[in-house]
């Protein structure tokens, strides 16, 4: 689906995969933002926040060109939540829609709030691990390098350790992941390595990411929009190797 660069789009925002649930509206790069921590009470709140963007924005849900959705990593639950309103409001108003990466929203932030370059968005994916990504800057917006992972946390410290040697940029990190796992991500000790804490991902970075994905037509129909679950994936992948054999 190609659309006309030149003209600006509408999108609205969903994002529910982890504590935080939030909603946004970008017209262009202008962008109305509800966040709130609000763990379980996803489903009671988002059709609401959606409303409120739209209402401060003067906007009728029929005008919206795309709806964006965090399409994970993230809780389980989180993430189907997401999906499952996006699927509902893109076939209501026959719209396409743009799942976009929760780690990556992450990175986006700390770009825009932090001034980073490169980042490694990490969150807590319970069982002892955590999603993972590599992020670095490009065009303005940050873009993941090889794929994201689901691993124990000493993977992640490792890469983190292995990043700095190799490449000598400041890196920030962020993310549950990191807030999780404090003593096993020991990171004090490296000079090149910013924490922020507290960060959860936000419809805001969504939709600022979806706003450029829509520039380059990358909108997809309902049955392609699918929530990732990187550890189905691991999961998937073993059952393709056994099959193939």
């Not at 763990?39 to 849900?61: C, F």
């Amino acid at each position: 689906m190609n659309h006309h660069s030149n003209k600006t789009p509408i999108i609205l925002a969903i994002e529910t995969a982890t504590e935080a649930c939030s909603a946004a509206l970008a017209i262009g790069d202008n962008i109305i933002t509800r966040f709130v921590i609000a763990p379980r009470e996803h489903t009671k709140l988002i059709l609401s926040m959606m409303d409120d963007v739209l209402k401060d924005a003067g906007v009728k849900l029929a005008q919206v060109d795309a709806i964006a959705f965090s399409r994970g990593p993230g809780a389980f639950t989180g993430v189907r939540i997401a999906t499952g309103v996006a699927h509902g409001v893109s076939l209501a108003i026959d719209k396409p829609l743009l799942p976009i990466s929760t780690l990556a929203a992450i990175a986006q932030q700390m770009h825009e709030e932090q001034g980073a370059d490169c980042c490694l968005p990490a969150i807590d994916a319970r069982m002892g691990e955590v999603y993972w990504g590599k992020y670095l800057l490009k065009n303005g917006l940050m873009v993941l390098q090889h794929e994201e992972a689901v691993n124990k946390p000493d993977v992640l410290q490792a890469t983190c350790i292995y990043l700095i040697e190799a490449e000598k940029s400041e890196w920030f990190v962020a993310g549950s992941g990191w807030d999780e796992y404090t003593e096993q991500l020991n990171i004090e000790a490296l000079s090149t390595v910013k924490k922020i804490d507290n960060i959860l991902p936000s419809a805001k970075y969504i939709a600022r990411l979806a706003v450029e994905d829509w520039k380059q037509g990358k909108t997809v129909a309902v049955e392609q929009a699918q929530p990732i679950y990187l550890r189905d994936k691991v999961a998937q992948t073993i059952a393709e190797r056994n099959n193939a054999k």
